[in-house]
Nanobody, 116 residues
Framework: QLQFVESGGGLVQPGGSLRLSCTAS????????IGWFRQAPGKEREGVSC????????YYTDSVKGRFTISRDNAKATVFLQMDSLKAEDTAVYYC?????????WGSGTLVTVSS
């Protein structure tokens, strides 16, 4: 069964950093692009970043460019999201995603709260 487990969320002050992890099981992670999405209270889920299967190509939404870095370790079936210079508006539940045979799979998410 295809599964994701996200971890690394928590409470951090503005300007701080967190590193999120997304560990996959039940499929060959190294064959797929993986995305990070987030959903803030009262808002729709939005794409934050994604990384190609090889890790060579990455994408970031404008609001996180220069602050977030996505990476992957296919040997450990894990994708990371390093988040620096965090802002209050980054507060959200963060999810990882993969599309396999036209079907989207999501983890249960990890909560990031940026507050002083």
């Amino acid at each position: 069964q295809l599964q994701f487990v996200e971890s690394g969320g928590g409470l951090v002050q503005p300007g701080g950093s967190l590193r999120l992890s997304c560990t996959a099981s039940g499929f060959s992670l190294d064959s797929y692009a993986i995305g990070w999405f987030r959903q803030a209270p009262g808002k729709e889920r939005e794409g934050v970043s994604c990384i190609s299967s090889s890790g060579i190509n990455t994408y970031y939404t404008d609001s996180v460019k220069g602050r977030f870095t996505i990476s992957r370790d296919n040997a450990k079936a894990t994708v990371f999201l390093q988040m620096d210079s965090l802002k209050a508006e980054d507060t959200a539940v963060y999810y990882c995603n993969v599309r396999v045979a036209g079907i989207d799979y999501w983890g249960s998410g990890t909560l990031v709260t940026v507050s002083s």
